[in-house]
C-alpha cells in the first residue's frame, strides 16, 4: 500500500524569506502524480503543483517549486518570496496511475510571520 | 462556476442519529469521493466512486455508507452517529483518466456527534 509521510507538523519563516516543507512517499509503482495541496483557514483544499512521476524536470508554478527525487522517493515543496497569503496548511498526496484513489500526507502547517 | 458543492456546511449530531451528507459536482466527472480530515491526521478516504453505479472503500469505511445516486451525486450517510466521527468531511470528484489526475473538493461539512 501506498503511504505518504509529512515529518514536519509545523513550520514558520518570515515574510519574504525562502521555506521548503519536505515529503516522503513508498510506493512500488513507477507511474504516479504527486502533489502539494493548500488547505487555507477558510478550509477550501487548494492545488499548488502537480509532478507526474515520468518527467525528470521539477515543477514550478510562481513562487513555488518542487525537488523531486524519484529515486529517493521525495517530493519537497520550496515557496520563495514568502507572503503573509502562505500561511496555511500544506499536504502532500500520491496518486497511482492504477488507481482512482489520493492519500494524503498529515500535513505541515506553515506560519508567515511579517 | 460552482465546482463540487457540499451540503449541509454545518451539523451538530446526538450519539445514535442519522444523516446524510449531500455532494453534487457539475464538472461532468466521473470519479469521486468522500474524505474526513482530523487533526494531525491529515484527510483519510472514506469510499469513493470511479464511475456511476460503482463504489469501493477507503482507508476509513466503518460507520458509513454511501450511494452514487447519479453521475452528479454521491451521498454519505451515518446510519448511527457516534462521537468517533466528528469530523470535517470533504468530497471531491476528478476526471478517471484524465491526464492531470487532479482532484476538485468541496468546501467542506463539520459535523459534530455529542
Known amino acids: 500500500a501506498q503511504t505518504v509521510t509529512q515529518s514536519q507538523p509545523e513550520m514558520s519563516v518570515q515574510e519574504a524569506e525562502t521555506v521548503t516543507l519536505s515529503c516522503t512517499y513508498d510506493?512500488?509503482?513507477?507511474?504516479?502524480?504527486l502533489f502539494w495541496y493548500k488547505q487555507p483557514p477558510s478550509r477550501q483544499m487548494i492545488l499548488v503543483i502537480r509532478?507526474?512521476?515520468?518527467?525528470?524536470q521539477n515543477a514550478t508554478e510562481n513562487r513555488f517549486s518542487v525537488n523531486f527525487q524519484k529515486a529517493a522517493k521525495s517530493f519537497s515543496l520550496k515557496i520563495s518570496d514568502s507572503q503573509l497569503g502562505d500561511t496555511a496548511m500544506y499536504f502532500c498526496?500520491?496518486?497511482?496511475?492504477?488507481?482512482?484513489?489520493?492519500?494524503f500526507g498529515t500535513g505541515t502547517r506553515l506560519q508567515v510571520f511579517p | 462556476n460552482a465546482g463540487v458543492t457540499q451540503t449541509p456546511k454545518f451539523q451538530v449530531l446526538k450519539t445514535g442519529q442519522s444523516m446524510t451528507l449531500q455532494c453534487a459536482q457539475d464538472?461532468?466527472?466521473?470519479?469521486m469521493y468522500w474524505y474526513r480530515q482530523d487533526p494531525g491526521m491529515g484527510l483519510r478516504l472514506i469510499y469513493y466512486?470511479?464511475?456511476?453505479?460503482?463504489?469501493d472503500k477507503g482507508e476509513v469505511p466503518n460507520g458509513y455508507n454511501v450511494s452514487r445516486l447519479n453521475k452528479r451525486e454521491f451521498s454519505l450517510r451515518l446510519e448511527s452517529a457516534a462521537p468517533s466521527q466528528t469530523s470535517v468531511y470533504f468530497c471531491?470528484?476528478?476526471?478517471?483518466?484524465?491526464?492531470?489526475?487532479?482532484?476538485?473538493f468541496g468546501e467542506g461539512s463539520r459535523l459534530t456527534v455529542l
Open positions: 510506493t512500488s509503482e513507477n507511474n504516479y502524480y
Open positions: 466512486s470511479a464511475s456511476e453505479g460503482t463504489t
Open positions: 498526496a500520491f496518486r497511482s496511475y492504477n488507481t482512482d484513489k489520493l492519500i
Open positions: 464538472m461532468n466527472h466521473n470519479s
Open positions: 509532478q507526474e512521476a515520468y518527467k525528470q
Open positions: 471531491a470528484s476528478s476526471e478517471a483518466g484524465e491526464n492531470t489526475g487532479e482532484l476538485f
